[in-house]
């Protein structure tokens, strides 16, 4: 809570008169987190705004939704004079800095994704880590902010879940060739649907991780995909169906309407330079999303063509869960891209609804992490090795246990080995 007497002629100081930005790690989910402004999307970090007379209260606050502050920036404030955020150099970017939450955050979501629930993990006690320098300073963000979107218009959308599968789920493509909005495999884009909120306010913006390469699916630099679920769950005291707001206005979204379009932003999901790397894969439902446009950049002829100083030579692995066949999305691209190289391509499903784990039970996600653990243990140990993570929230657990258990056989601790691998740029997570 704001407590005045603590802002009392601070704000008459040079320091008082300064605002800071707090990169948080760990926050838990929560109805107070659900009114944060930005809401909180479980994506890496979440950065924070924070006045010199508030600094106090704001750190108690973070502890007590279990995050971690691992970075203080002073905020430019020049830049945010001129419409920008004003996060300083090693900030900028993060997507969790300027979006509101997922749409796809609900618990009935878990199960129609191949995934079993797990509960939420307990908060940490609060450090401070010293400031990083970014590697990826030159990554577009933030070309188009919510208060001035892009104008694109809807070019196609098409239904990826095939007959007999569970939702809805759909192919979005969008023409940007009227402005100037750039962006890299691994980054999201937000989209500001039509209308007001319950309390009469025009809607936040959304976010949804890009489908498409930086190319876009005609490789013409004039388009960016989206890859789409409906959001469907019951109102748990009424028994009401409910609809998300966004998604639903995606889903139903007509080829030439017009949608507002802000970012991009992220750089936690960006792929690494060295074309000789492995990439290994996780994902749930629509975490396929960033690994589509991953593989469109190794693979694909076309996007081979376009790109003749990324040739990649490493060996890509997708574990990729969903509840039954049909759902699995752009099945065709992905069996396409293993026969043409199954030498640098592995492609892994789990389908939890027609699929047996070893104990006779669903096959969800960590099972066949599990199954394979030795294997993915021996890959993770090269440095060359990078671990990306993409969907929902729960399966995190399930795979560090599966992980925990190869690496103690060699006397290593898996999470700290992870933490090493997060530091060093090699294991990238986005969930929600």
């Known amino acids: 809570m704001y407590n005045s007497s603590a802002a009392d002629g601070a704000?008459?100081?040079?320091?008082?008169?300064?605002?800071?930005?707090?990169?948080?790690?760990?926050?838990?989910?929560?109805?107070?987190?659900?009114?944060?402004?930005p809401p909180i999307r479980q994506s890496g970090s979440v950065f924070i705004r924070v006045p010199y007379s508030r600094m106090n209260q704001e750190m108690q606050r973070i502890a007590r939704l279990g995050g971690k502050i691992v970075n203080i920036q002073l905020q430019d404030v020049a830049a945010s004079a001129n419409g920008h955020l004003g996060f300083s150099q090693s900030d900028r970017g993060n997507s969790s800095a300027v979006t509101a939450k997922s749409e796809q955050n609900n618990s009935s979501a878990s199960a129609e994704n191949g995934l079993q629930p797990e509960s939420e993990p307990k908060g940490k006690p609060m450090t401070q880590a010293k400031p990083k320098a970014d590697k990826h300073?030159?990554?577009?963000?933030?070309?188009?902010?919510?208060?001035?979107?892009?104008?694109?218009?809807?070019?196609?959308?098409?239904?990826?879940?095939?007959?007999?599968?569970?939702?809805?789920?759909?192919?979005?493509?969008?023409?940007?060739?009227?402005?100037?909005?750039?962006?890299?495999?691994?980054?999201?884009i937000g989209i500001i649907p039509p209308?007001?909120?319950?309390?009469?306010?025009?809607?936040?913006?959304?976010?949804?991780?890009?489908?498409?390469?930086?190319?876009?699916?005609?490789?013409?630099?004039?388009?960016?995909?989206?890859?789409?679920?409906?959001?469907?769950?019951?109102?748990?005291?009424?028994?009401?169906?409910?609809?998300?707001?966004?998604?639903?206005?995606?889903?139903?979204?007509?080829?030439?309407?017009?949608?507002?379009?802000?970012?991009?932003?992220?750089?936690?999901?960006?792929?690494?330079?060295?074309?000789?790397?492995?990439?290994?894969?996780?994902?749930?439902?629509?975490?396929?999303?960033?690994?589509?446009?991953y593989l469109w950049r190794m693979f694909k002829a076309n996007e081979k063509a376009a790109n003749p100083d990324y040739e990649f030579k490493g060996m890509a692995w997708l574990v990729f869960g969903i509840p039954t066949t049909p759902n699995i999305l752009y099945k065709e691209e992905l069996e396409e891209i293993q026969q043409q190289y199954p030498d640098n391509f592995r492609l892994t499903y789990a389908i939890s609804r027609e699929q047996?784990?070893?104990?006779?039970?669903?096959?969800?996600?960590?099972?066949r992490v599990a199954e394979h653990a030795d294997e993915l243990w021996q890959l993770f140990q090269k440095e060359n090795t990078h671990g990306y993570i993409c969907g929902l929230k729960g399966m995190e657990g399930g795979i560090d246990e599966a992980l925990s258990a190869a690496a103690a056989k060699d006397g290593v601790?898996?999470?700290?080995?992870?933490?090493?691998?997060?530091?060093?740029?090699?294991?990238?997570?986005?969930?929600?």
């Not at 707090?22 to 944060?36: I, K």
């Not at 098409?158 to 060739?177: M, N, P």
């Not at 319950?198 to 809607?203: I, L």
Request: proline share 5%; glycine share 10%.
């Open 356 to 367: 047996k784990n070893p104990d006779g039970g669903r096959m969800y996600i960590q099972d």
């Open 195 to 293: 209308g007001t909120d319950k309390n009469g306010k025009p809607e936040k913006l959304r976010l949804y991780s890009i489908a498409s390469t930086r190319h876009g699916d005609r490789v013409d630099d004039k388009t960016v995909s989206l890859c789409v679920r409906q959001l469907e769950y019951k109102h748990p005291e009424t028994g009401e169906t409910i609809y998300g707001v966004c998604s639903t206005h995606l889903c139903h979204l007509e080829p030439g309407a017009d949608v507002k379009i802000t970012g991009p932003v992220g750089k936690e999901m960006l792929l690494p330079e060295d074309t000789d790397a492995n990439v290994v894969m996780f994902a749930t439902g629509t975490g396929i999303a960033p690994f589509r446009a």
């Open 137 to 188: 300073k030159d990554v577009p963000v933030n070309i188009y902010r919510p208060n001035a979107p892009y104008l694109g218009k809807c070019l196609s959308n098409d239904e990826l879940v095939g007959e007999g599968g569970i939702g809805t789920v759909r192919h979005l493509i969008f023409d940007i060739s009227g402005g100037d909005l750039r962006y890299l495999e691994g980054q999201s």
């Open 413 to 432: 601790n898996w999470i700290e080995y992870q933490k090493e691998m997060k530091k060093a740029g090699r294991w990238h997570v986005e969930t929600y």
């Open 11 to 37: 704000a008459n100081t040079e320091a008082g008169s300064r605002v800071f930005v707090y990169e948080v790690v760990g926050l838990r989910q929560n109805e107070e987190t659900d009114n944060m402004t």
